[in-house]
């Protein structure tokens, strides 16, 4: 199968704003890393959701508060370092939807220094018909693991991965089906994990992520009062900073969706107004939001020609 890695910076690279823009439109790197970033949300929001998640195929619906967030993330990155054997510089593949639990695994991947990798096969890559496409200057490592759903396990064992670890997605984080000789099962590796993780100094690249991050949530005047709903999974920009990386900087939540795709604009109506949400990023189907109330904000798609600021 033609699918290939590459380094979740290069989807975002792009999305950069292009040229120079003035000082005041540009912020500092709020944080050093990931991991000082959810620390201080976790100091200032323990209680409150972070990710509220739905999949519209199995009509599961499960709420995470910041706290519950981190454990999952402090379980996940032992696993990564004490499991895997990882150690700053290692690079991790992902071949996951939207879903929970992808959030989970790259904030843990990046608070243990790793670096990120996504599949991304011939017709992926680009979150719309602007959207950010994988920098020509990537260059993938090679993943000593990478995390994929258990209906993919057969491309990530042809592509030679040494350490594959099967993720079910199933609701409440049920085992994988079947076990698989080789392949260790996320739900059954994580949950013997310490809940807590010291993690290492960042890597310079991380507090960029995170510029681009607060640089999004100034374009679209995010914050805590903010909830977002997106359909983005970890292959496109809307994954990797709406559903991940802008609640860090921003202090908004997440309504993230898997499957948006089965539902219809009368169900979508009813969730927007249930989970009070705000905006809607360019991954809803434009169906689906051009018929949510005027309240609701838009947010642009991200390319180089829409440069936030």
Not at 3 to 25: D, K, M
Not at 40 to 46: E, H, I, K, Y
Not at 53 to 62: I, L, M, S
Not at 162 to 178: K, N
Request: aromatic share 4%; charged share 20%.
């Amino acid at each position: 199968m033609d699918v290939r890695f590459v380094p979740a910076s290069s989807l975002l690279r792009p999305a950069a704003p292009a040229g120079t823009a003035p000082a005041e439109a540009a912020p500092a790197a709020p944080f050093p890393g990931v991991a000082a970033a959810l620390a201080v949300r976790l100091t200032r929001d323990p209680g409150r959701p972070m990710i509220t998640f739905y999949d519209d195929a199995t009509g599961e619906r499960v709420e995470f508060s910041t706290t519950t967030l981190d454990n999952w993330v402090a379980k996940t990155a032992n696993l990564l370092v004490d499991t895997l054997g990882l150690a700053p510089g290692d690079v991790v593949g992902v071949d996951l939807p939207a879903h929970w639990t992808s959030c989970v695994i790259l904030l843990a991947a990046w608070s243990a220094g790793l670096d990120v990798e996504v599949v991304i096969g011939p017709e992926d890559g680009a979150d719309g018909p602007a959207g950010a496409r994988p920098g020509p200057a990537a260059a993938p490592g090679s993943p000593g693991v990478v995390f994929v759903s258990e209906d993919r396990i057969d491309i990530a064992t042809a592509l030679g991965i040494d350490e594959i670890v099967g993720l079910s997605l199933r609701p409440l984080g049920g085992r994988m089906r079947d076990a698989v000789p080789g392949v260790l099962d996320y739900a059954v590796e994580v949950p013997p994990h310490g809940d807590r993780f010291l993690p290492p100094p960042p890597p310079p690249g991380q507090a960029e992520l995170l510029r681009l991050a607060a640089t999004v949530a100034r374009r679209d005047a995010l914050g805590p009062d903010d909830r977002i709903l997106t359909a983005g999974g970890p292959a496109t920009v809307a994954g990797l900073l709406i559903a991940t990386l802008v609640p860090l900087v921003s202090g908004a939540s997440v309504v993230l969706c898997r499957n948006l795709h089965s539902t219809d604009a009368a169900t979508l109506a009813r969730r927007v107004e249930t989970e009070r949400v705000t905006a809607v990023d360019w991954s809803v189907p434009r169906p689906l939001a051009e018929v949510l109330p005027a309240r609701v904000r838009r947010l642009d798609v991200l390319d180089a020609g829409t440069p936030p600021g």
